[in-house]
């Protein structure tokens, strides 16, 4: 029986410094993992519907306006555009001139070009990755920002050389990991 004693005595303190462990670990993997937040501006003279995929949907933005969308860490895939020309029910059922997503209001997959696209991707290692794609059309002036940077990518037109015009074409730019950005339709 003695030995069974220093059996359950030796695990007992083993449990809780595993807890302890697990839950600095824990912490410590949480602390890393943040996220971003894009700030999407209109300056258009109209009425845009900013959408972003895989996360945020959609809303609708006055001239001026700003919508603020939160992107969690590790968010891969990630794009914004504008969307014009929209006419939605109170019931978020509609459809968009440009850069439709199904007649949804808010987005859960691409929308149809033309659409200018603020692509990226957050917190993936040491870097986020992020860039303007003109390759399912061009339907707005951008610009695109990270906070920290002082190069703004800019897009006024289909022939936008800061773009991509086709997949895998590689202007690509980075950025410190979980930073914040600018999306501003129709920049002056």
């Not at 695990?11 to 993997?29: D, E, G, K, W």
């Amino acid at each position: 029986m003695a030995g069974g004693s220093r059996s359950r005595s030796s695990r007992t303190p083993a449990a809780p410094h595993s807890l302890v462990l697990l839950a600095l670990v824990t912490l410590t993997t949480a602390g890393k993992a943040s996220a971003a937040t894009f700030q999407v501006t209109n300056l258009c003279p109209f009425t845009v519907w900013p959408a972003a995929i895989p996360v945020g949907g959609g809303t609708q933005l006055e001239p001026g306006q700003t919508w603020l969308l939160k992107v969690p860490a590790e968010t891969t895939g990630g794009r914004v555009w504008g969307r014009t020309g929209c006419r939605f029910a109170p019931s978020g059922h509609g459809w968009c001139a440009t850069g439709d997503c199904a007649g949804a209001l808010r987005c859960q997959l691409s929308g149809k070009p033309p659409a200018t696209l603020a692509e990226f991707t957050i917190g993936a290692g040491a870097a986020d990755y992020y860039d303007l794609s003109v390759v399912d059309g061009f339907n707005l002036p951008m610009d695109l920002r990270c906070d920290g940077e002082a190069h703004t990518i800019r897009c006024r037109n289909a022939g936008c050389p800061d773009a991509n015009h086709r997949p895998g074409e590689g202007k690509v730019r980075s950025c410190k990991a979980d930073s914040d950005y600018h999306v501003i339709f129709c920049p002056k």
